[in-house]
Each structure stands twice: as structure tokens, then as C-alpha cells.
């Protein structure tokens, strides 16, 4: 196999291709679920566990091991169906997909080929003020594979100086859900690619059957593009680009395949039909397999399976078992929290909207956790470049925060300091606040007596607030907390201020 | 003093209850007539004498402490290469697999050891269990114990050999296309393929996976029952195993009768191509049943020859994807790990090395089989004439209780004498196949030696799924009557070894 080629190839501008091309997307979703034990045996499916620790015989593919399917598996699976709004199959089997890779130990992946356990559905998404409607074409169940790491020069299997596996995750219970062709995006492809991975990711999280966390991988998105001249109606050669795994990455990567891809129709070009790989850190994509060199998985119904036929009773009581339709929760969420229109749009935009539900969830008002939410912790999150729900703190702990400046005990500046402790691990906030002695002053003596030293220093400011002009007060709270360094709770410091001062 | 080795697994296991005999006494003997006769019979690949007679221990100790013992307690046992025994070598008769010790048991090992067996050693087999003349072994051919210049059937082929030899009284075969039956055959001695999901694959090395079936080999038809019972039975661990009580075996051997059974001779397993002598056994076998009370009539499955060629499509299309495990990354052979070589290029080379030339050659037949574009052509025809059999077998048992036929359509040929020849030798299987297909139930018993060439002639009988009991009456009521007429069992006409 020839190497390929280190050139960048030619971008065009994004305005140009769409000024001549129509964007067709396609997304592929793989979701590993939560649940306790893999797909077909009993080991746990913990992440970060240490390398095959989590193994035995059936996983491992051990000659004579034999797969039986997870019940709990096919509950998320019809569930996820359900809420996809898919037809869920009266019968369906297991599939061997055939090819050879050392981290698959079995050298055959079992999945579901052309009898998947739900079918057709539907999703609604609202990208920028507009309602795309994205067709489900299907959702399968599948096994995960092992993980290579391939050690030396390049970290790909060619060029690799040896190669390891870890098996951990071999087996572990996969959903792929596939898109219908998504047409009509224009220049918001990449936006509604993105929006349609973050609707998923909510919907999971929603359903509780995944962790979803992009950055471990329990979701990972292949995205195919392909490009027409507007006004045509066949589609044209798509590339599929693997493993695309964050929000970001998933915007970038569709907007990137639409610039090469233009470039090379525009003169006069071909795109190749082919796998591609993203590189997060260059932000391009570079060929991986051509339509020529692709497998031939020589499917077969897998026939140490029996079929999967859940009861019609079953799936209607896993309906019942659904969390409240997105639009529906997005709408009740609206109302509840009073939020202009656009407040609440930049919620959901930055992908905020169940964190600070749960933040609202655990104690604080809506508008204290969409300040925090969208201000400080979406700054560090872009500086970090994760998204906002990899942030090591949770809700809850959000919502702590937010509890201690009510109480007085620290101010808006120390709960950014707050912050830095959380993020950094060290703590629970109140850990932080003692850890780093962050508390504001509150022990009136001390405070009092700084108190007394500002309006000793400023008679004539003094003077004023004594006469009814309360505004003047800033003046004086600026002293103290400067004296104080900011330790302390400049709403209390006014109160003393006005008390000593006998204004109202 | 008896000769321990002559005894049947019931007689056995009885003298070690009323302790006339220890199990470690019986275990001893059997290692020594191993030793006597393996270098002429290879059966054996592996012999585990340690864990027998630690297990043979086992089972005297408990006796001593008044334990109740099971009804094979004691009783020595070969078991086919192909199933996995916790760190015993486990080869498939493959130089693939040399040196693999698996890290756990099949479950029929497992039920093997609870019911106190003392599992001897691993028996001889065609590579991956293809094959049927045990002579596609990488570990060289069994010879059939009635004349040492000739198969002894397989793909079990040392299982079957054993027990003839009298190197066990019983041994566990696995029966895809016929390799517990066509050994049985051809060996003089009894061999059962339970209902497909009767007994676990769990643990059996699968060449494929929907024809696979684990089942007993044994001198008497009551020893092949008992056995049954023991390894039979639902298992969690193997999604196809049935879960429902095993058909009454036991009882249905030592009830021996089949007065009142409506028999049917299938019309389409005979004529051309069979040998006369075993055409005449067979036809007296049925005339004894005439006799012992059953009615005989012939009945028609049309679609049965279309078998064998729709078995060498599904069987290679599923042992190419079982057979992919075989990669050199994680047990087994390795060959051209030099540091240097991909991945990719060390499995081709090991699989190259590891795998004999009639394993490629269902591999290549298997993955093209399936290939995208084929795929409807040929697996998908293959399960159509797969049902339409089925149905054949369930349209006869509207009529009939079992179904019979001549178990082979000739006795034990030479050694070499249709290694070149693969449609020869798959022709072997051309009786036995229909029931793996269809799933049901189907032995082969002794009804005499071919006056042709004097070799044994096993008699076939099919039964309905899950009603595997219906063998055993036949097998046990022609056994009876056949060592009367004989004045003993067939096994003692062998030659001395
Ligand atoms: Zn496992």
C-alpha cells in the first residue's frame, strides 16, 4: 500500500462552494451503552479500567466461546429506537461482519446487517431559528471492538513499530444509528451536523443509557459529505470521515471535507469514494480505505444467536419508560425559567441546556446557572478546547457555588477562584474555600473596624450618606474591600455602612 | 480376573459402587491397554493421566466416605480434541492450535466432571472436524481397530476408534455432517447425534456453528444413553441449546422395545452407490424390527440429495467466518514474528503454515460462498434446500415414527484410498447430513459385518427434534435381538489387537 501523500490539498472558500454546490450529508452514530456488562458475556464495561482486565473467554473470542445477547442491551436499543421515533422490528437477527483486524478477536464483529432492530424514524432540529428534519434510516445493535494502540513513529497500524491491544472494550454493546441522506442544509451543514451529534448525545444522556462522553468515546460520529451543482439532483461521490469525536470536530471536519471537496469539482476533479481520517489537531482530513480496496464483510445471519423477537407488550411498556421529547422539554424549560428568547437560544447553542437544568435542579436560579454556564465555565471550557459537560465539575457542584455568594460567604471574584479549585480537582467547593482560605470576611468585629476606619478617612463622603445620599456609599464599600483584599461580602459591608451611619 | 477394559460403562460403573473394583484400578487399566494398542490405533492425541487418576481418586474417596456416586461414576471417558478442557491441550487436530491450553471447560466437560467421568485423554480427529476418514489429522491418521489399513470414519474418527479398541468404554464426539454416526458405522460401535440444541456447544470449537452437535459414542446402546443424559440438557451459555427436559433416554434403552413403532425406510438412501453387502445388512436390520414388532413402511423425502451439496455450501460459508479466530494474535501458532513483518503478513504466513489443505479448501469455498454478489446464488439456495429438508423430515413423521437408512453407503475404505478424491469422500456423509440440516435427532447402530468384505454396517435411524428417546428404543430392541442371533456382541468378531 502506498503511502499517502503529506500534501494539503487545495480548500476552496466556503462562500464559493456554496455559491456553486449543494451539501449532502449522511452521519453515522455510534453509541456504547451503560450498561453494567458487555454485549454477549458477563464482563464489566467500566472505562479506565487497566488493560484486559476485563476479559474472559467469550470476549476474547476464545476457540469454543459462545455469544448470548444482553436483555438489558435490547431494552436500550428499543428504547433508543422508540425515542428516535423508528418502527422497532417484530424479528430480528444478529450478523457477522467478516474481515480481519487484530484488535477484533474473533476476526468477525456481530452486528446486524439487513434485519436491525429499528427502523425509520425521525428527528427534529432547530439550528439557527430554522427546523431541519433529519430521517433515521435505521438503528442497530452491535459489539465494540478491542483498542490497538500502535507504538512507534506515525500512531497508525503502518509504520508502526509494534502494536498493542487491549480488549477491555471488545464486546462492549453498541448502537449505530444511521441517517437518511440529509438534504436542504446549505450553509448550515456543518452547524446541523453538529446539532444532530448534540441532539443524539441529549437524548442518550436522557434516556440514560449512555455516558456519552465524546472525549472517552462512548460517541463517535462517521460523517459522510458529498457535494452536487446546485440545481442537480443525484447525489455525488461522498467521502466518509471516521471517527470524528467531538461537537467541534464534527462542525470542522464537514465544513473541511465541503472545502476540499469543492476545490477538487471546481476544477474540474473527481472526489475519490473513500474513508477518511480527521486529525483534530491540524483540523484536515487524509484518505483511509478507496471504494476499491473496501471489505467485502461476507454478511451471514450469525448462527450462534437466535433471533431477537420482542413482544409488542414490551415495547409498548418501554414507550412509557421515555423521557419527555426534546421540543417538549426545550418548551417547559422556556417557561419555567423566563429567559428572553435569545438567552435561551445561546443555551442550547452552547450545549448548556441540560447542564443548567440540572444546575436549577440542584438548588440555583435559572439565570445564576446559565451565568455561570455560559460565562466563566464556557470560557475555560474554549480554552481548554472541551466541551462543557468534559469540564471536571458537575451541576451540582455549580450550584454549591452559587449557594456559598448567596450566603455571603464568598463574592463572585473568590467563586472564580472557587472554580479554579474544582477544575483542578482539589475539591468539593467548600474544600476549596477552606483549602484556599477563600472565605469572605464575615466576622463583624473585623469588618466593623475596617468599617469605622473608611468613614474615619472620608468625612465628607461620610457627611453625604448622613444626609440621604445613599449612592455615596459605593465609595466608602470600595474602601473596605480594598482593605479587605475582597474577602468580603460587599452587600453586608454596605449594611454596616448605612447601620453605622444611620441612613436607611 | 476380569479384564477391566471389556466392560461395558454400566457394568463398570456399578462394580465400582459396590466396590469390587476402584476407579483408579479401571482408570490403570485403560492406560495400559492405550499403551498396549495406540501405537497401531492412534487414537488418542493427548492422554491427561494425571487429572484421571486424580479424578479416579476422587471418586474412590467418596465412595469410602459413602458419598453417593452417579451412575458413571468412575467410568473412563475419551473426549474429541475439538472441545475446549481447562489447560489440557486442545488442538482440533490442527497444528494451529498446537500448544493452546484453554483457559476454561466446555460445558459438556464441566458436566462430564460433576457427574464423576474420568476423562482419559483427547482423541484423534480430521483437521477442525473436516473431513471423513480422521485422515485430515496434522497429527496423522487414526486406524479403524477391525482392519488397521482402513478409516475408522471421522471426523471423530479416534473417539469412535477408542471404543472400539476398548481403549475407553465411552468417548464424545461431535457430529456436523456425520462424525459421530459415519465412525460408528464403520467401527461396529454406537454413536448418537442428539437433537441440534440438546447438548451445549459451549466450548466446542465450532466448524458450524448451526450444524454442530455434541453426542455420545459407546460399545451398548444403554452406555450411549447414559451418557446422554449426562452431557444433555439446557445451558445458559449456549443461545441455541433448548431449554426443555431431556427426552427419557435412559429408560427408552432399557425398555427396548418397538412394538407398535412405525418405521420408515427412506426410498432415496439406497441403490446406486450403496455396496451390496451393506444394502443386505440394512435390509435384514429392518426385517428384525419387522419382526420385533414394528411396522415397516417407505416413505419418500425428495429433497434429501440435494444434502450434500447444500452442506458444503452452509458448512465452509460458516467455518470460513468461525475459522478467522485463527490469527496468531492471541494463542496458538505463530509463524514470521520476526519484528519486522506486519500483523497482517504474521496471519497469513501462520494460517498458511497451520491450516491443512482440505481446511483452505472449505475456507476458500465458504468466504466465497458469501461473498457480496454470490451470496444469494449460493448460501441463499443452500437455505432454501435447507428447509425444503425439513420439511421433508416433517411431512415423513406425519407418517412415521422414525425414519431408517444404511448409516454410509459402503463399510471402512483404505487409508489414502480417497484422499484425492473430495466428492468421494464428501459422498461418505450423503446418509447423515439431512439430520444436521434439519436439527432432529439420528444415530447409527451395528447390524452386522458387509458379507462382502467383513466390515461393520451401521444401521441409521432419524427421529424428530426432541425426541431423541425414539433411538434409543430402536438401538436397544435391534441390539437384543441382533446379540442373540449373533450369540454375542459384534465386537468380539474384531480381531484381537
Ligand atoms: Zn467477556
Known amino acids: 500500500m502506498s503511502t499517502p501523500a503529506a500534501t494539503v490539498p487545495d480548500l476552496l472558500d466556503y462562500d464559493e462552494v456554496l455559491e456553486r454546490f449543494d451539501p449532502v450529508l449522511g452521519l453515522e452514530v455510534h453509541v456504547e451503552l451503560n450498561t453494567l456488562t458487555k454485549m454477549f458475556c458477563g464482563c464489566p464495561t467500566e472505562f479506565g479500567a487497566p488493560p484486559n482486565s476485563q476479559v474472559c473467554p467469550i470476549c476474547l473470542g476464545m476457540p469454543g466461546s459462545l455469544p448470548v445477547v444482553n436483555g438489558k442491551a435490547v431494552e436500550s436499543a428499543i428504547r433508543i429506537g422508540l425515542a428516535l421515533g423508528c418502527d422497532i422490528a417484530e424479528w430480528c437477527r444478529f450478523a457477522r461482519k467478516n474481515y480481519f483486524y487484530p484488535d477484533m478477536p474473533k476476526n468477525f464483529q456481530i452486528s446486524q446487517y439487513d434485519e436491525p432492530i429499528a427502523i425509520s424514524g425521525e428527528v ?11 430521517g433515521i434510516e435505521r438503528a442497530h445493535m452491535e459489539e465494540d471492538t478491542g483498542k490497538s494502540t500502535h507504538v512507534g513513529v506515525t500512531g497508525r497500524i503502518h509504520g508502526a513499530e509494534y502494536s498493542i491491544v487491549d480488549y477491555n472494550r471488545a464486546g462492549i454493546p453498541l448502537i449505530e444509528i444511521v441517517t437518511k441522506p440529509i438534504e436542504g442544509t446549505g450553509a448550515l451543514a456543518p452547524q446541523v451536523a453538529r446539532a444532530y451529534v448534540a441532539h443524539l448525545r441529549d437524548l442518550m444522556r436522557a434516556l440514560d443509557v449512555s455516558d456519552v462522553r465524546m472525549e472517552q468515546g462512548s460517541l463517535r460520529c462517521d460523517a459522510n459529505v458529498s457535494l452536487r451543482p446546485l440545481g442537480e439532483t443525484a447525489y455525488g461521490l461522498r467521502t466518509e470521515t471516521k471517527n470524528v469525536n467531538s461537537l467541534r470536530s464534527v462542525e470542522r471536519a464537514v465544513r473541511y471535507e465541503m472545502c476540499r471537496q469543492g476545490a477538487l469539482l471546481a476544477a474540474g476533479g473527481k472526489v475519490m469514494q473513500e474513508t477518511r481520517h480527521w486529525h483534530e489537531d491540524t483540523g484536515i482530513t487524509t484518505p483511509g480505505r478507496s471504494k476499491e480496496q473496501a471489505e467485502d464483510y461476507r454478511y451471514f445471519p450469525e448462527p450462534d444467536l437466535v433471533p431477537v423477537a420482542p413482544s409488542r407488550k414490551w415495547v409498548e411498556e418501554l414507550g412509557t419508560t421515555l423521557p419527555e421529547p426534546p421540543a417538549q422539554h426545550r418548551k417547559r424549560l422556556f417557561e419555567a425559567w423566563g429567559f428572553t428568547e435569545m438567552e435561551f437560544r445561546d443555551v442550547i447553542g452552547a450545549g448548556a441546556l441540560l447542564l443548567v437544568e440540572a444546575t436549577v435542579a440542584a438548588g440555583a436560579t435559572p439565570a445564576a446557572a446559565r451565568k455561570w454556564w455560559l460565562g466563566e465555565l464556557a470560557r475555560r471550557a474554549k480554552e481548554t478546547e472541551v466541551e462543557l459537560d468534559a469540564l471536571s465539575i458537575t451541576p451540582a457542584q455549580v450550584a454549591e457555588i452559587q ?36 472565605a469572605v470576611v464575615s466576622d463583624d468585629s473585623a469588618l466593623g473596624a475596617a468599617v469605622d476606619r473608611a468613614i474615619e478617612a472620608n468625612p465628607d463622603v461620610a457627611e453625604k450618606i448622613r444626609g440621604g445620599k445613599v449612592a455615596a456609599a459605593g465609595a466608602l464599600i470600595g474602601a473596605v474591600m480594598k482593605e479587605m483584599r475582597g474577602q468580603a461580602d460587599a452587600g453586608r459591608v454596605r449594611e454596616l455602612i448605612l447601620e453605622r451611619l444611620g441612613a436607611e | 480376573m476380569t479384564d477391566l477394559t471389556k466392560l461395558t460403562a454400566a457394568e463398570t460403573a456399578r462394580l465400582i459402587r459396590d466396590g469390587e473394583v476402584s476407579a483408579v484400578d479401571v482408570a490403570q487399566a485403560h492406560f495400559d491397554r492405550i499403551a498396549k494398542v495406540d501405537d497401531r490405533i492412534h487414537a488418542f492425541l493427548h492422554l491427561d493421566t494425571e487429572g484421571a487418576l486424580g479424578a479416579a481418586r476422587r471418586v474412590d474417596e467418596k465412595r469410602a466416605a459413602g458419598e453417593e456416586l452417579g451412575p458413571l461414576a468412575g467410568v473412563p471417558l475419551a473426549l474429541k480434541d475439538v472441545l475446549a478442557m481447562k489447560d489440557v491441550p486442545t488442538t482440533c487436530g490442527s497444528k494451529i492450535l498446537e500448544g493452546w491450553r484453554p483457559p476454561y471447560d466446555a460445558t459438556v466437560v464441566q458436566r462430564l466432571r460433576d457427574a464423576d467421568l474420568v476423562i482419559l485423554g483427547k482423541t484423534n480427529m480430521d483437521e477442525f472436524a473436516m473431513g471423513s476418514s480422521t485422515e485430515n489429522s496434522a497429527y496423522g491418521p487414526t486406524r479403524n481397530p477391525w482392519d488397521t489399513d482402513r478409516i475408522p470414519g471421522g471426523s471423530g474418527g479416534g473417539s469412535a476408534a477408542s471404543v472400539a479398541a476398548y481403549q475407553a468404554p465411552l468417548a464424545i464426539g461431535t457430529d456436523t455432517g456425520g462424525s459421530i454416526r459415519q465412525p460408528a458405522a464403520v467401527t461396529g460401535t454406537v454413536g448418537v447425534k442428539p437433537t441440534y440444541g440438546g447438548v451445549s456447544r459451549y466450548g466446542l470449537v465450532a466448524f458450524s456453528s448451526s450444524l454442530d452437535q455434541v453426542g455420545p459414542c459407546a460399545r451398548t446402546v444403554l452406555d450411549a444413553a447414559l451418557l446422554h443424559s449426562v452431557i444433555a440438557g439446557h445451558d445458559p451459555f449456549d443461545s441455541t441449546s433448548i431449554d426443555q427436559p431431556v427426552p427419557p433416554v435412559v429408560e427408552a434403552a432399557r425398555a427396548a422395545d418397538v412394538r407398535g413403532l412405525r418405521v420408515g425406510v427412506v426410498k432415496e438412501l439406497g441403490g446406486e452407490g450403496f455396496q451390496p453387502g451393506v444394502e443386505q445388512r440394512f435390509n435384514e436390520a429392518v426385517a428384525l424390527l419387522t419382526e420385533l414388532g414394528a411396522e415397516v413402511v417407505e416413505v419418500s423425502c425428495p429433497h434429501f440429495v440435494y444434502g450434500l451439496p447444500a452442506y458444503y455450501l452452509i458448512a465452509p460459508s460458516e467455518c470460513s467466518s468461525n475459522l478467522a479466530r485463527f490469527d496468531a494474535m492471541r494463542y496458538g501458532l505463530r509463524v514470521g514474528d520476526d519484528g519486522i513483518r506486519s500483523a497482517e503478513e504474521v496471519m497469513s504466513l501462520t494460517r498458511e503454515a497451520g491450516f491443512g489443505a482440505e481446511v483452505k479448501r472449505r ?26 429438508i425439513t420439511r421433508d423430515f416433517a411431512r415423513a413423521f406425519e407418517q412415521v415414527d422414525v425414519l431408517v437408512s444404511p448409516t454410509t453407503p459402503t463399510t471402512a475404505f483404505r487409508i489414502g484410498e480417497r484422499v484425492d478424491d473430495p466428492l468421494a469422500m464428501y459422498k461418505a456423509d450423503l446418509c447423515t447430513i439431512p439430520s444436521n440440516l434439519a436439527g432432529n435427532a439420528s444415530a447409527s447402530f451395528p447390524c452386522g459385518l458387509s458379507p462382502d468384505d467383513g466390515l461393520p454396517v451401521g444401521l441409521h435411524v432419524m427421529a424428530p427434534v426432541m425426541a431423541d428417546d425414539r433411538l434409543y428404543r430402536v438401538g436397544a430392541a435391534l441390539e437384543a435381538a441382533s446379540v442373540q442371533r449373533w450369540g454375542h456382541p459384534l465386537l468380539e468378531e474384531a480381531p484381537e489387537l
Open chain 2, 363 to 388: 475456507i476458500m469455498i465458504g468466504a466465497y460462498a458469501l461473498s457480496s454478489g454470490y451470496y444469494e446464488a449460493y448460501y441463499g439456495q443452500a437455505q432454501k434446500v435447507r428447509t425444503l
Open chain 1, 403 to 438: 449557594a456559598l455568594v448567596d450566603a455571603g460567604k464568598i463574592n463572585d471574584k473568590l467563586a472564580r477562584e472557587v472554580f479554579d479549585g474544582v477544575l483542578a480537582g482539589e475539591g468539593s467547593p467548600e474544600e476549596v474555600v477552606a483549602a484556599r482560605g477563600l
Open chain 1, 124 to 134: 427534529e432540529l432547530e439550528v439557527e431559528g430554522q427546523t431541519f428534519k433529519i
